[in-house]
């Protein structure tokens, strides 16, 4: 991207469309070059069609010229995770069992997004299925992190946030089962939302655990990421699971609020497994906050040490049956070395998903079977309770928490891909607020001594988005963590 535009927030491009500095169409081929340039090294980006990208952009520019602007993202361009839904778009998943799959339909985000004229550009790597913590799950490339590119960038969502990183795109989509918008966020050094369960519908995100799932933005800013939450959120009547709830214009109100606020630190998040630079970040942050004015308490989050035994039963058993739909007979991978109906389930399956995803499948079916379904997914569920139940008790103390969002900073490809528990036990910090339902958000922090970006995680009270954004602004205002990029 030209030095001109590379890295600006989308607040700082919108003004430029606004004033007539920039084009929408000069904006994408500015975007385009950059992926040109940097995605041999970095595979962000699985596809994306040049030509409905300048479409996209010239309506947007005609669109300005006739007075007709549809607010701060028309012209902006958004990078999609392969996982949401767009009409006439490959919607892969990472994976070979959709590879030549072309969506029909938009999803309620993507249709959101066009209603506000942003600019869709492109479909972002995943882990297949958002099955994993590094985007080294994907069935057709490894997406590397901009700051080393032999380190992951996190995940499932390692392409979104690698991109939003590089330049590439000034904000994206992705999704979060647990953690795999917040974690990339942290360890690529950008902002990531998750929001709390039933504000973003899920319509057009293809499921892996409906329970856990939710889309959300990436950002170089807290105010990008309010922008696009602005754009998406809201009930949809093709949900059931949407929430019918007010929203607050976020932009505004994460500058009007200034606290100070009382703040939680769990002390069940600062244990064993805790980097040490990464606590040293997080503690200053903290410290920061105290300096502002506000309370800092510590809290207990006592039923925290069985949240990844639950998650993992709980998302595996639901990724089970969403994932069963796959099998060859219909819009999938089908073998052909198939002979009959059930070599068609059995080689189709076997051939188009990785070994992730066939871990995940089997766990769930155990743990669904006949049987085991009290011993392990009843149990879990109870304990997901639990597991609630802890947050709104810190709750009734605090406005919110602040935690890692990361235990370690990105670690080198293939180190952890022999031992799953450990790859695992990466998402420890973030997993907990998918079985609870709230929102959370990661915000830069800080680096190592080898200049590897931290995140702060932030997590706030169900629907209070608009208080989670302030309290996240107001440590990024004072600090310049956001502002420093990786070169490539």
């Known amino acids: 991207m030209s030095s001109a535009l590379a890295f600006q927030t989308v607040a700082q491009l919108s003004d430029q469309l606004a004033a007539g500095k920039v084009t929408a169409v000069a904006l994408a081929q500015a975007c385009l070059a950059q992926v040109r340039a940097t995605d041999a090294r970095l595979n962000a980006f699985l596809s994306f069609d040049e030509a409905d990208i300048l479409a996209q952009a010239s309506a947007s520019d005609a669109r300005r010229a006739a007075g007709q ?241 639950a998650y993992y039963i709980i998302a595996t058993a639901e990724a089970s049956s969403n994932l069963a739909r796959y099998d060859g007979i219909r819009y999938t991978h089908r073998s052909p070395k198939a002979t009959d109906a059930v070599d068609i389930y059995h080689h189709s399956r076997a051939e188009g998903f990785g070994s992730e995803v066939k871990r995940r499948i089997i766990l769930g079916t155990y743990v669904l079977s006949s049987g085991y379904y009290d011993a392990y997914y009843g149990r879990a569920q109870k304990v997901r309770t639990l597991i609630r139940q802890d947050f709104l008790n810190a709750f009734r103390e605090v406005d919110a928490l602040l935690t890692p969002t990361s235990p370690t900073v990105a670690f080198k490809k293939g180190e952890k891909t022999a031992n799953p528990l450990e790859m695992y036990l990466a998402d420890i910090f973030t997993i907990s607020l998918n079985l609870a339902g709230l929102p959370g958000l990661s915000v830069p922090c800080g680096f190592s001594p080898a200049g590897l970006p931290i995140g702060l995680q932030i997590v706030g009270q169900p629907f209070k988005e608009a208080e989670l954004l302030a309290i996240a602004h107001a440590y990024e205002q004072a600090h310049d963590h956001h502002t420093k990029h990786p070169v490539l």
């Open 69 to 309: 602007a549809r607010g701060p993202l028309d012209g902006v361009p958004v990078g999609l995770k392969d996982v949401i839904a767009v009409r006439n778009q490959p919607l892969t998943c990472g994976s070979r069992m959709l590879e030549k799959f072309v969506s029909p339909y938009d999803a309620t985000s993507t249709e959101r997004l066009k209603a506000a004229g942003a600019v869709l550009f492109g479909r972002l790597n995943m882990d297949e299925f958002a099955m994993g913590s590094s985007t080294e799950n994907s069935a057709f490339k490894t997406t590397s992190n901009p700051w080393d590119t032999a380190r992951i960038p996190g995940g499932s969502s390692g392409g979104s946030a690698a991109a939003v990183a590089a330049g590439q795109v000034p904000v994206a989509l992705g999704s979060d089962t647990g953690g795999s918008i917040r974690q990339p966020a942290a360890l690529c050094g950008i902002v990531g939302l998750k929001p709390t369960y039933g504000l973003i519908s899920r319509y057009g995100l293809a499921a892996y655990a409906s329970s856990l799932d939710q889309i959300g933005p990436f950002g170089r800013t807290v105010e990008d990421v309010a922008l696009v939450l602005q754009a998406i959120a809201g009930h949809d009547e093709k949900d059931s699971t949407s929430f019918r709830t007010a929203i607050p214009d976020y932009r505004a109100e994460l500058k009007q609020r200034r606290g100070p606020w009382k703040l939680g630190v769990p002390k069940e998040y600062f244990g064993e497994g805790l980097a040490p630079e990464v606590r040293a970040s997080v503690e200053q942050a903290i410290a920061w906050y105290r300096a502002q004015g506000c309370e800092i308490r510590e809290v207990s989050l006592p039923h925290t040490e069985y949240a990844v035994a």
